[in-house]
């Protein structure tokens, strides 16, 4: 299966950002530098690193865990925040940096078109879209300008250098072009200290030391690589001003308990949690003017 049209129009050689060719079947190369790239079923290949997040999504059944999450659970809590997202959307096409298994587009209208781009090839696997890369977001395979959106929705704190991850979208995103970035914060714990739910955390923090001790029973280990650090929000919006964007939207968001997943824990949050006061993530909806 070659790569297609609508896909290479939009990208670009990440690593100077030139032209690519693909005169070659199954192979890219760069006009400007020479560089390489592999064409796997119709995903090209920017980044030959073997992810650790290949390693920890290997171990991992997407349809019926996603993230290693009962599956009522993950669609409850990322059906919020897409929910969310969608509603800030401009028409037009979507780049979902760092998709994961594509779940943003069930929540996408007809006037939006998905782009999928990953660190992963593997999780790539259970996204059934059709034009998806495998890139770093830190260097984007993508040419200056050409998204009206991208989302980035709970990746962050799964990325080496935040800022140049943040800088990159500024780049490929057109002016007037919409980013959408959810991701954890650091202060959410401080939020529940003051107020009665101020145990929530600690309750959590057990939950989570008892699962990580039948870690092996569960038959998922997390490779080394793996990085996990949520963002303050105040150095997250100077970042994003520094950078260029104005910031349209600030709120906070997801008012899931880390470490408390079931149904009953569902329902309680939902009737006690307020997710703007309390919420585990940061949302940001930017423009580049
Ligand atoms: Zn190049």
């Known amino acids: 299966m070659g790569i297609s049209n609508k896909l290479l129009q939009k990208i670009c050689c990440p690593t100077c950002n030139g032209d690519l060719l693909s005169d070659e079947l199954n192979m890219l190369q760069c006009n400007d530098c020479g560089k390489l790239f592999q064409i796997i079923n119709g995903i090209p290949l920017f980044t030959n690193e073997k992810s650790a997040y290949d390693n920890l ?18 669609a409850w809590r990322k059906g919020k925040i897409n929910k969310e997202i969608v509603k800030y959307l401009e028409k037009g096409s979507v780049l979902d940096d760092g ?20 660190y992963s090839y593997e999780i ?14 830190e260097e984007l395979p993508f040419k200056d300008a050409i998204f009206d959106n991208i989302v980035s929705g709970d990746v962050l704190e799964h990325v080496y250098n935040k800022v140049k991850y943040l800088e990159e979208t500024y780049r490929v995103l057109k002016p007037g072009g919409i980013f959408i970035l959810n991701t954890p914060r650091t202060e959410w714990i401080e939020s529940y200290k003051k107020s009665i739910w101020f145990w929530i955390p600690y309750l ?5 030391r008892i699962k990580y001790l039948f870690r092996d029973k569960i038959n998922l280990k997390t490779p080394e ?4 650090i949520p963002s303050n929000e105040v150095w997250l919006r100077n970042k994003l001003e520094t950078i260029g964007y104005q910031i349209i939207v600030q709120k906070r968001t997801d008012n899931h308990l880390p470490g408390l997943s079931n149904k009953f824990w569902r329902k309680f949050a939902d009737a006690f949690i307020n997710p703007e ?13």
């Open 57 to 74: 999504y290997n171990q991992i059944d997407f349809h019926k865990h996603p993230f290693g999450h009962n599956i009522d659970y993950a």
């Open 99 to 118: 998709g994961g298994y594509g779940y943003l587009k069930e929540f996408l209208g007809k006037e939006n078109t998905y782009y999928n781009m990953e």
């Open 124 to 137: 790539l696997n259970y996204d059934t879209s059709h034009l998806k890369s495998v890139g770093k977001g």
């Open 204 to 208: 959590g923090h057990v939950t989570n």
């Open 225 to 228: 690589g793996v990085v996990d």
């Open 277 to 289: 006061k309390m919420g585990h993530c940061v949302f940001f909806v930017c423009k580049k003017e």
